[in-house]
Every structure is written in C-alpha cells, then in structure tokens.
Nanobody, 124 residues
Framework: QVQLVESGGGLVQAGGSLRLSCQAS????????VGWFRQAPGKEREFVAT????????YYADSVKGRFTISRDNAKNTVYLEMKSLKPEDTAAYYC?????????????????WGQGTQVTVSS
C-alpha cells in the first residue's frame, strides 16, 4: 500500500513558477514509478509527467516539455514537479499517482494509488 499527499499548489501569475510535492508513505514507494496528472474543470484528466523508480527515466506531455521538471528523492519518499513559465492553460487540479513496478506509464488507469490533488491556478 502507498498513500500519497500532494502540496505546493496555489495562485500564481502567468510566467511564474511553483513546485509541487508528492509525499508518500508505504514500503513499496521506492520501487514504484510515479506520475503527475491534471484535470481542469469540464475536461478529462490528462498526463503531465512520469518518472521511473530510480529517477533515471522521465517522460513529459508535449504541452509541458521544457517548462516542467519531475524529480524524486527516495530517501525522503517524495516526488517533485517543478513548474516554470506557467500559463493560464496550466490551471487545474494536479494529482500524483504511483504504480507498483519500475516501468513508467502515461496511462492513468495503469496507476494503483492516487493522492487527493492540489489546485494550481494561473492568472493572466
């Protein structure tokens, strides 16, 4: 079992930055791939970024590539999402998710555990 708690969301102006954190508890977190997803009002949940258990493999959605960076510190059981050059279209609830096993995935249904989410609002 893995429990996930996101933090770091808030209100920021366009062009600003935020760093989201995903704090995990559970024995298997260090061997789990982790992903960040987001969902805006009236839209479907979409993939943002994913990182392998070791941190050596990362993938990003085209819409955030070059602006967002995912990283992890297994000693702290934490995964981060550094977001820069934020745009109003980045406004959404952001969720982290973990999947047992080492392989990354862009598919939300492949993840076993989900956090409650943290809201990011980017004003123009």
């Amino acid at each position: 079992q893995v429990q996930l708690v996101e933090s770091g969301g808030g209100l920021v102006q366009a062009g600003g930055s935020l760093r989201l954190s995903c704090q995990a508890s559970g024995r298997t977190f260090s061997t789990s791939a982790v992903g960040w997803f987001r969902q805006a009002p009236g839209k479907e949940r979409e993939f943002v970024a994913t990182i392998s258990w070791s941190g050596g493999v990362t993938y990003y959605a085209d819409s955030v590539k070059g602006r967002f960076t995912i990283s992890r510190d297994n000693a702290k059981n934490t995964v981060y999402l550094e977001m820069k050059s934020l745009k109003p279209e980045d406004t959404a609830a952001y969720y982290c998710a973990a999947r047992e096993g080492m392989a990354t995935s862009r598919a939300g249904p492949s993840y076993d555990y989900w956090g409650q989410g943290t809201q990011v609002t980017v004003s123009s």
